[in-house]
């Protein structure tokens, strides 16, 4: 066993390596979705493609990482090999989040993997920026990327990058992109390097499965401390034709849990479907809320954790229902369930995805909201809740990049759940087309607020408008010059109930 003093540099070095990484896609890539919003994730993989360390960027991201790796990891490889890939039934999540993973090695000997994951502003389709509000089939959501080589021997694969962007959108925009995700895996795998010639392979091998141990006691002990049978809770995804229902039975048996969706709506026509790499995803980042975040976030954290979903069904669909909302919106509420059945009011529980552009350009942001409150605190205000960690797009940066005009951005007073605690309030987000173009908005908590724990209020629903009419949550359509969009995001739930409220 790796010395504890050794091991918490070692995880220390792993964790700075990571956020590395991220640093160095953000700084290189040229869309404002990486570079402003951040939209991007990072991590390193040990030699059986086990997640050794993450940075901590976006939730959604990294628990679904593991399985882009596992649909390489069989492929012949070389030092300087790079795989890319965006299929969410082979590794991916949605068809914009594009995975490259590069192998690592030291004098020929497989160290590990570099992987990074980013959300691209386009990958082609028949609405710009690649999130239909009302897709059926992954064809219609854009380019699919099954597992492929990216570089080899250290040489970018010109002809396949070429290959891969001609038919997305600012091709030469999604090849910069793609160039910063390489250089981010080249910077975890020089850093991996670094650490097996100053420790030794061997005893870096050691200690990234010591690592591995380490989280899945700490998560297991933390397991052990909670009360041990049945918890359930059911919630629903805000549909064109109805609501669908989601079911959970979280049962709690000595150091394990087991979540289990049994009983959940079957997948559907539109996209709100879930590969289960992104419901697993979903489920860990609940369960290292509910434990302890400061365990190290590797996939030791996640063994003591079972996560069930019926195949068909909306949370492990088959191939090739679409799922651009299900990667944003559906994780958000799986997210939700884990927590409400653990007596949590919940935060807006959704991303609020809208997406603007046309052949010249594409924008998307997803929108922050109120984060709901806790026993001991008020939720916050005017933040990326649950599933997504990104920043926003600065004002600035929208209206020198597109043709819009930032008209109102606020905290939208009042939103947040009544309680003993209040839920955090959400944002409105008020923006001019100066030019026509598409735009698309994929959104949640519309028909239902977002409830409260322990008698606390639930948070205001969302509300959206196109000069000043009231829209559907999910919605595709046109934008002319001198047209406002307006988006008003959920609250959060509050937490207790208040004095001389009755409850």
Do not use: W
């Not at 964790?15 to 869309?31: D, Q, T």
């Not at 949590?344 to 929108?367: H, I, P, S, V």
């Not at 997504?388 to 905290?411: G, H």
């Not at 908590?445 to 196109?466: I, K, N, V, Y």
Request: hydrophobic letters at 40%; proline letters at 6%; charged letters at 20%.
């Amino acid at each position: 066993m790796t010395d504890p003093a050794a091991l918490a540099v070692l995880v220390g070095a792993l964790r700075g390596a990571c956020e590395e990484m991220g640093v160095v896609l953000v700084r290189g890539a040229h869309s404002a979705n990486i570079k402003e919003r951040r939209d991007a994730s990072t991590g390193l993989f040990d030699a059986a493609g086990d997640m050794v360390m993450q940075a901590e960027h976006i939730p959604v991201h990294l628990g679904a990482m593991p399985a882009a790796v596992a649909a390489v990891i069989d492929e012949p490889k070389r030092p300087g090999d790079a795989f890319v890939l965006n299929d969410p039934y082979r590794g991916g999540t949605h068809l914009p989040d594009i995975t490259v993973i590069t192998p690592v090695f030291d004098d020929g000997h497989l160290l590990g993997y570099a992987a990074s994951r980013a959300h691209h502003a386009d990958v082609g389709g028949p609405t710009p920026g690649s999130m239909p509000a009302d897709s059926a089939t992954l064809a219609e959501e854009g380019v699919v990327i099954p597992p492929a080589r990216l570089a080899r021997e250290g040489r970018v694969d010109e002809r396949a990058l070429s290959h891969l962007t001609r038919e997305m959108r600012a091709p030469d925009q999604r090849r910069a992109d793609l160039r910063a995700q390489l250089a981010a895996c080249a910077t975890g795998g020089a850093r991996l390097r670094e650490l097996a010639v100053r420790h030794g392979a061997g005893a870096l091998a050691a200690a990234m499965s010591d690592t591995l141990d380490y989280a899945e006691r700490r998560t297991r002990a933390c397991v052990a401390a909670m009360d041990d049978g049945e918890r359930s809770a059911a919630d629903v995804l805000e549909a064109g034709e109805g609501d669908l229902e989601l079911r959970l039975r979280a049962s709690v048996r000595g150091d394990a849990l087991t979540l289990d969706f049994t009983g959940s709506a079957a997948q559907h026509a539109g996209n709100l479907n879930c590969p289960l790499a992104v419901t697993r995803s979903a489920c860990y980042f609940a369960v290292r809320v509910l434990t302890d975040p400061d365990v190290p976030p590797c996939a030791g954290a996640y063994r003591p954790v079972e996560v069930l979903a019926p195949e068909g069904s909306l949370l492990n669909a088959r191939s090739p229902a679409a799922v651009a909302g299900g990667n944003v919106e559906t994780s958000s509420r799986v997210a939700d369930l884990v927590l409400a059945a653990f007596g949590r009011a919940l935060g807006q529980g959704t991303m609020n995805n809208l997406t603007l552009g046309g052949e010249a350009f594409t924008y998307y942001e997803t929108l922050a909201g109120g984060q709901g409150a806790c026993p001991e605190a008020d939720g916050p205000s005017a933040v990326h809740v649950a599933m997504s960690n990104t920043l926003n797009t600065p004002i600035e940066a929208v209206e020198r990049e597109f043709p819009l005009r930032a008209v109102q951005y606020a905290v939208r007073r009042g939103s947040g759940g009544n309680g003993t605690h209040r839920g955090g309030d959400g944002v409105v987000r008020e923006l001019e087309a100066l030019a026509e173009m598409s735009y698309s908005l994929i959104a949640e908590r519309r028909r239902h607020p977002p409830p409260g724990a322990a008698g606390g209020s639930p948070g205001a629903a969302g509300r959206d408008f196109l000069n000043g009419e009231r829209l559907e949550g999910k919605v595709t359509g046109t934008l002319r010059p001198g047209d406002r969009l307006r988006i008003e995001t959920p609250g959060g739930g509050g937490h207790g109930a208040q004095a001389g409220s009755g409850a």
